[in-house]
Nanobody, 117 residues
Framework: QVRLVESGGGLVQAGGSLRLSCAAS????????LGWYRQAPGKQRELVAT???????NYADSVKGRFTISNDNAKNTVYLQMNSLKPEDTAVYYC???????????WGQGTQVTVSS
């Protein structure tokens, strides 16, 4: 089992920045990727960014150039630096972890990000 605990959400004005953190614990050796998804009211959960344990990132087109994902393997923590925030970035952001063998997906409890115009 893997436990994910997010922090760093909050309220920010458009154009501002926030950094989300996700601390992972448990059976870390099985994981091959960590990342972030988000869910806005009335919408489906969507990918924001992921990063493999080898450090290869992947971003949704909507956040490319504005968000940066990084990981600190020594601290078992993944970060999401969010710059140039827009009101449409408002959502609950969920930390995500994936193992391949066996395949499994883990979720954090979510952290609210609100961007005011």
């Amino acid at each position: 089992q893997v436990r994910l605990v997010e922090s760093g959400g909050g309220l920010v004005q458009a154009g501002g920045s926030l950094r989300l953190s996700c601390a992972a614990s448990g059976r870390m050796s099985r994981l091959n990727a960590l990342g972030w998804y988000r869910q806005a009211p009335g919408k489906q959960r969507e990918l924001v960014a992921t990063i493999t344990t080898g450090g290869i990132p992947n971003y949704a087109d909507s956040v490319k150039g504005r968000f940066t994902i990084s990981n600190d393997n020594a601290k078992n923590t993944v970060y999401l630096q969010m710059n140039s925030l827009k009101p449409e970035d408002t959502a609950v952001y969920y930390c995500y972890a994936r193992s391949l063998y066996p395949f499994d997906v883990y979720w954090g409890q979510g952290t609210q990000v609100t961007v005011s115009s």
